[in-house]
T-cell receptor, first 117, second 117 residues
């Protein structure tokens, strides 16, 4: 079974440019999450999809970030325009809904490293 | 707001010795607690989780963790460390209530474990 895949693995862009990160979750996983880790700091929640709907986007830093999940399958995270502080590793994760009282576990991709110069 | 503290940035242990990676948490109500491991250039991999019940949780690769409610801790342990255990370890907490934000995982900063041959 294929795991969570993310593309690109590394992107280097100039400040002010646009970048789009893509995530393909494990087939059949309704829940899709985006997290970000800035160098040396905690991994921070960005947002949560259930199928194609945004369940929780409280972690999105500002309106320069736009996430979509087409047809409840893959997801994209666009940063436009990128700023220096957006540099970091962006992780995507997916999960099944656990049983009653079981939160399940997240399956993470390898991350997309974004460097904004 | 929920939070996780991993007080040690790095833990060094000799191969064959027991290892402990510390984690304390803060959350409203009862927690779901998780440990994830990240090997170099890989995504986070699930190790184990605490939902309810037995305070000692056993997980992958011989790891276990002990939930201590009074100390709000969830330390990761292994009786005999292997060189291959060298990696970055993340503790995470999730609230057990249902509602807005309840699916968010809050991570610690991570602890780098180095097992010395």
């Amino acid at each position: 079974e294929a795991g969570v895949t993310q593309f690109p693995s590394h992107s280097v862009i100039e400040k002010g440019q646009t970048v789009t990160l893509r995530c393909d979750p494990i087939s059949g996983h309704d829940n899709l999450y985006w997290y970000r880790r800035v160098m040396g700091k905690e991994i921070k929640f960005l947002l949560h999809f259930v199928k194609e709907s945004k369940q929780d986007e409280s972690g999105m830093p500002n309106n320069r970030f736009l996430a979509e999940r087409t047809g409840g399958t893959y997801s994209t995270l666009k940063v436009q325009p990128a700023e220096l502080e957006d540099s970091g590793v962006y992780f995507c994760a997916s999960s099944q809904v656990g049983g009653t009282g079981d939160p399940g576990e997240l399956f993470f991709g390898e991350g997309s490293r974004l460097t904004v110069l | 707001a929920q939070s996780v503290a991993q007080p040690e940035d790095q833990v060094n242990v000799a191969e064959g010795n027991p290892l402990t990676v510390k984690c304390t948490y803060s959350v409203s109500g009862n927690p779901y607690l998780f440990w994830y491991v990240q090997y170099p250039n890989r995504g986070l991999q699930f190790l184990l989780k605490y939902i309810t019940g037995d305070n000692l949780v056993k997980g992958s690769y011989g790891f276990e963790a002990e939930f201590n409610k009074s100390q709000t801790s969830f330390h990761l342990k292994k009786p005999s460390a292997l060189v291959s255990d060298s990696a970055l370890y993340f503790c995470a907490v999730r609230a057990t209530y249902s509602g807005a934000g309840s699916y968010q995982l809050t991570f610690g900063k991570g602890t780098k474990l180095s097992v010395i041959p």
